[in-house]
T-cell receptor, first 115, second 113 residues
């Protein structure tokens, strides 16, 4: 069964460092997303991406964050200068269709710990 | 803004017992509603979804959910819980724009032997 894969599964970094989280969405999917879950809190939407550009982003997704699809398979989330409060589980998701009817398929997550 | 509330943070049930997880939504129109499960160390997996039609929706792993407009609820049920059902369960609705989901706070289910 096709799946969304994420790397690394866990990354520990120092505050102020740049982090890149990588995702390989399901191959025929066109819509890509990043969500995050701070420990003990809700899963929160960060950004959605379609046709090589951001289609929506939340208030959380400030100038420190960026996304990119550098090739035909990877979808990355970059945090330019990490802060302690960026520590969270980051989930990548993809969908075939747009909007609420498009089922989102999630990866297993990348846990980011900022020290 | 659309939102969902899951009133129960933790629930513990005995294996073989029935289960009901609560979800209340706030939504301007007829909602699309989803239940996702997150098993330990795993990503979020879609259990079931409601778009329209029959208000009782069947999902994977023996789960079902019933949409009740009068109560603004979409509770998840299972007649007989298995130990492998121990996980965190999230109710979700579409966000303010159609391309995202807004999740509830989650309910962590523990299953006693």
């Amino acid at each position: 069964e096709p799946e969304v894969t994420q790397t690394p599964s866990h990354q520990v970094t120092q505050m102020g460092q740049e982090v890149i989280l990588r995702c390989v969405p399901i191959s025929n999917h066109l819509y890509f997303y990043w969500y995050r879950q701070i420990l003990g809190q809700k899963v929160e939407f960060l950004v959605s991406f379609y046709n090589n550009e951001i289609s929506e982003k939340s208030e959380i997704f400030d100038d420190q964050f960026s996304v990119e699809r550098p090739d035909g398979s990877n979808f990355t989330l970059k945090i330019r200068s990490t802060k302690l409060e960026d520590s969270a589980m980051y989930f990548c998701a993809s969908s075939e269709a747009q909007g609420a009817t498009g089922e989102l398929f999630f990866g297993e997550g990348s846990r980011l710990t900022v020290l | 803004a659309q939102s969902v509330t899951q009133p129960d943070i933790h629930i513990t049930v005995s294996e073989g017992a029935s289960l009901e997880l609560r979800c209340n939504y706030s939504y301007g129109a007829t909602p699309y509603l989803f239940w996702y499960v997150q098993s330990p160390g795993q990503g979020l997996q879609l259990l079931l979804k409601y778009f329209s039609g029959d208000t009782l929706v069947q999902g994977i792993k023996g789960f079902e959910a019933e949409f009740k407009r009068s109560q603004s609820s979409f509770n998840l049920r299972k007649p007989s819980v298995h130990w492998s059902d121990a996980a965190e369960y999230f109710c979700a609705v579409p966000g303010n724009a159609g391309n995202m989901l807004t999740f509830g706070g989650g309910t962590r289910l523990m299953v006693k032997p």
